[in-house]
């Protein structure tokens, strides 16, 4: 089974810090994003990335950046995290194909 | 822009009936559809991939199936379990563009004793 991994379950951190949420997958997926949900929003789109080094913008880039030096992990940083950006942050991978995609377990934030 | 809609948002049910849970989108052209199950404060849960060549696929006590030309997707459950209790979600691949899945906000579940 393909296992996407999140750094970690919880995390509270202050306004104005630079925050990385990592996520690793073991399966060589060319695809992997990030999106963010929240109520009554439900799973919105941040980035995504089609390869190493590649990434594209999602809904709700904004305030947001990525990375992908390795094609197993895709890191999304918060320049200056703020408390508009507590939420939940879900990583996916996948071709994309006839299998779908799969997701991590998910990163709770909390910026105070 | 595709837009995907669930209804209900919330359903309660006692255990051991059968539910269908409903998803539409409005751009028909897509390239698959996926059921995903949401325990609360945990990740998604792949169920079930409907690609849009198909009408249905099955796992057990559960059977979705797809209208494409009406937009239109349902997620039956048979025989209904508490440990059904969850949240689930539809997602849709949209033909033709990057491989981002686009989401419903979801039908929270609860099957009651």
């Known amino acids: 089974d393909v296992k996407v991994t999140q750094s970690s379950r919880y995390l509270v951190k202050r306004t104005g810090e630079k925050v990385f949420l990592e996520c690793v997958q073991d399966?060589?997926?060319?695809?992997m994003f990030w999106y963010r949900q929240d109520p009554g929003l439900g799973l919105r789109l941040i980035y995504f990335s089609y390869d190493v080094k590649m990434k594209e913008k999602g809904d709700i880039p904004e305030g947001y950046s990525v990375s992908r030096e390795k094609k197993e992990r895709f890191s999304l940083i918060l320049e200056s995290a703020s408390t508009n950006q507590t939420s939940m942050y879900l990583c996916?991978?996948?071709?994309?194909?006839?299998?779908?995609?799969?997701f991590g377990s998910g990163t709770r934030l909390t910026v105070v | 822009k595709q837009e995907v809609t669930q209804i209900p948002a919330a359903l309660s049910v006692p255990e051991g009936e059968n539910l269908v849970l409903n998803c539409s989108f409005t751009d028909s052209a897509i390239y698959n559809l996926q059921w995903f199950r949401q325990d609360p404060g945990k990740g998604l849960t792949s169920l079930l991939l409907i690609q849009s060549s198909q009408r249905e696929q099955t796992s057990g006590r559960l059977n979705a199936s797809l209208d494409k030309s009406s937009g239109r997707s349902t997620l039956y459950i048979a025989a209904s379990q508490p440990g059904d209790s969850a949240t689930y979600l539809c997602?849709?691949?949209?033909?033709?563009?990057?491989?981002?899945?686009?989401f419903g906000t979801g039908t929270r579940l609860q099957v009651t004793l």
């Open positions: 996916a991978s996948g071709t994309g194909g006839i299998y779908g995609y799969t």
């Open positions: 399966m060589d997926h060319e695809n």
């Open positions: 997602a849709v691949r949209a033909a033709g563009t990057a491989s981002k899945l686009t």
